[in-house]
C-alpha cells in the first residue's frame, strides 16, 4: 500500500472530510489525521459503520480528536446546523474537503432520466457549495483562514460517455471551485480542486466498470474485465491510481505547503486526459 509519512503540517487545524465513509473520503481523513489535525468525519447516517471504520484508523493514526458529523450534503439547513455545531466543539473547520459524491446511472445521453441528473446536481454541486459556503462563513466570522479542496473529477474535464449528469456536475464543481477562490482570497481562503481519474480498487471503480460492461457504448467493451484492460490501457502510467495518491495532494493543497496555490484543479489520473 502507498502511505506517505505522517506529519505535523495540519497540527493545530480542524480537517472536515464530508464523504468520509467513502474510499478517497476515507483516505483522505486519514491523510489529515497523519498530518496532524482534528477530524470532523461527516457521511450520510446510512454510512455510519464505514464512517465509524474511517474513525478508528484516524484515532490510531494519533488524531488529536475525531468526531463524527452525520449529514446528508443535499439538506442546506442540516450542513448550517452541523458546521455550526463543529464550531462551537472544536472551532470553525480550516482545512475542508468535499468528497461526498454520486455517480449516477451510466446511461447513454438519449434516454437519461432527468430525476437521476438532478439527484446528481443535488448531491455532487449543491452538496460542495452549501458545505463550503458554510464553512467559508464561520472562518470569516472568526477571522481565520483556511483551506478548502473540492474533489472533482476526470469526468468533469474531458467528459465520460454514459456519464453526462455525473461529467456535468463535475465541470460544475470545477468552474464553482474556481469562482469561490477568487471570491474568498481576501479573507484569506485558498479553494482548489482535485480531479481523480480512473482510481481503485473500491466501490465506484467496481460500479463504472460493471456498469459501462453492461451499457451500450461505442467506447467500452461488454465485460467488467474487459473494460478495466480497457481502462487501465487508457492510462500512460498503465495502472489505475490509489486512494493514498489522492490523498497525498489533497494534504499538500490543505497545508501551507500550498499556500501561494489557490483556483487550481491538479489532475490525479496516471497522465490520462
Ligand atoms: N473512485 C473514483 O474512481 C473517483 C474518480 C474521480 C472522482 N471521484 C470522486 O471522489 C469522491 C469520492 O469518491 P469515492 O471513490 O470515495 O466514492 P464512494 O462511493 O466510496 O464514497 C462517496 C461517499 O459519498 C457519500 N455520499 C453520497 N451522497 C451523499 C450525501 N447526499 N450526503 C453525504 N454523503 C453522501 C457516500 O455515502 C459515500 O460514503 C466523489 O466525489 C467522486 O465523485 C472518484
Given at each position: 500500500m502507498i502511505e506517505n509519512a505522517a506529519s505535523d503540517?495540519?497540527?493545530g487545524r480542524v480537517a472536515l472530510v464530508t464523504g468520509a465513509a467513502g474510499d478517497i473520503g476515507g483516505a483522505i481523513a486519514l491523510r489529515t489525521a497523519r498530518d496532524g489535525a482534528t477530524v470532523v468525519l461527516s457521511d450520510l447516517a446510512a454510512a455510519t459503520d464505514r464512517l465509524a471504520e474511517t474513525a478508528d484508523a484516524c484515532r490510531a493514526a494519533g488524531a488529536p480528536a475525531v468526531h463524527l458529523c452525520p449529514l446528508d450534503v443535499t439538506d442546506e439547513s442540516a450542513v448550517t446546523e452541523a458546521v455550526n455545531e463543529v464550531v462551537a466543539r472544536?472551532?470553525?473547520?480550516?482545512?475542508?474537503?468535499?468528497?461526498?459524491g454520486y455517480q449516477g446511472t451510466f446511461t447513454p445521453?438519449?434516454?437519461?432520466?432527468i430525476g437521476d441528473l438532478r439527484t446528481v446536481l443535488e448531491v455532487n454541486v449543491v452538496g460542495t457549495f452549501t458545505v463550503v459556503q458554510a464553512c467559508a462563513a464561520a472562518l470569516i466570522a472568526a477571522e481565520r483562514a483556511g483551506s478548502v479542496v473540492v474533489v472533482a473529477s476526470m469526468a468533469g474535464v474531458s467528459g465520460a460517455p454514459n456519464m453526462a449528469a455525473y461529467s456535468a456536475s463535475k465541470a460544475a464543481v470545477l468552474g464553482f471551485s474556481r469562482s469561490a477562490a477568487k471570491d474568498l482570497a481576501g479573507a484569506g481562503i485558498r479553494v482548489n480542486a482535485v480531479s481523480p481519474g480512473?482510481?481503485?480498487?473500491?466501490r465506484m471503480w467496481d460500479r463504472q466498470v460493471e456498469l459501462q460492461a453492461s451499457t451500450p457504448s461505442?467506447?467500452?467493451?461488454?465485460?467488467p474485465e474487459e473494460v478495466a484492460a480497457q481502462m487501465i490501457g487508457m492510462i500512460p502510467l498503465r495502472r489505475y491510481g490509489a486512494v493514498q495518491e489522492v490523498a497525498s495532494v489533497v494534504g499538500f493543497l490543505l497545508s501551507?505547503?500550498?499556500?501561494?496555490?489557490?483556483?487550481t484543479n491538479t489532475e490525479i489520473s496516471g497522465g490520462s486526459a
Open positions: 503540517r495540519l497540527t472544536v472551532g470553525p473547520p480550516d482545512a475542508i474537503v468535499t468528497s461526498a445521453l438519449p434516454g437519461y432520466p480512473f482510481i481503485g480498487p473500491g461505442a467506447y467500452y467493451a461488454d465485460t501551507d505547503d500550498a499556500s501561494y496555490v489557490t483556483g
